[in-house]
T-cell receptor, first 114, second 113 residues
């Protein structure tokens, strides 16, 4: 089954404790992205990757890091989480088509930073 | 810059009512337009899309037409069901922007019996 998986689904942590949210896709997609969803703001892109070892900032990259060492994986790293990073996070993947990019989303990770 | 504006929710309808959720956009190039749906506790799923002016996207009884002259992509359904209760997001993507989606804020739809 074609899918994007994220782990963990729920995480409660404390300020300053480094954490990693993993993302994996089995569709051999070139593009992967991370978004955060906040009430009244919709989804905003944090980082994206066009292929292995190629990443770039989205709209709200501050406080986040990513890496793309393998095509299928795109982890999101919070080196020193703060309460304003409490949010619902989604990973997405896509492949370039002539008809516009359709993104496939993971189930989400709900992060609470105390 | 690029932006998407969609009507505020929540929208509450009775089953079999007609649905319209308005969406307008601002873009610097020629966007593709999307509607995504988020059911409770789940990630986003593509509902429909349109890639050029006057295209109509359709799926599961939902339709939206890409109107370049009014920069709009309104979502419609003739007869909603309780199972359509979800949050609906309008989004755009510019060709050649490495798969970035710009989303609206989402509209929550609640359908009652």
């Amino acid at each position: 089954e074609a899918q994007v998986t994220q782990n963990p689904r729920y995480l409660i942590t404390v300020t300053g404790k480094k954490l990693t949210v993993t993302c994996s896709q089995n569709m051999n997609h070139e593009y992967m992205s991370w978004y955060r969803q906040d009430p009244g703001l919709g989804l905003r892109q944090i980082y994206y990757s066009m292929n292995v070892e190629v990443t770039d900032k989205g709209d709200v990259p501050e406080g986040y890091k990513v890496s793309r060492k393998e095509k299928r994986n795109f982890p999101l790293i919070l080196e020193s989480p703060s309460p304003n990073q409490t949010s619902l996070y989604f990973c997405a993947s896509s492949t370039r088509t002539s008809g516009g990019d359709t993104q496939y989303f993971g189930p989400g990770t709900r992060l609470t930073v105390l | 810059g690029n932006s998407v504006t969609q009507m505020e929710g929540p929208v509450t309808l009775s089953e079999e009512a007609f649905l319209t959720i308005n969406c307008t956009y601002t873009a610097t190039g020629y966007p593709s337009l999307f509607w995504y749906v988020q059911y409770p506790g789940e990630g986003l799923q593509l509902l429909l899309k349109a890639t050029k002016a006057d295209d109509k996207g359709s799926n599961k009884g939902f339709e939206a037409t890409y109107r370049k002259e009014t920069t709009s992509f309104h979502l419609e359904k003739g007869s909603v069901q309780v199972s359509d209760s979800a949050v609906y997001f309008c989004a755009l993507s510019l060709t050649g922007t490495a798969s970035k989606l710009t989303f609206g804020t989402g509209t929550r739809l609640q359908v009652t019996l």
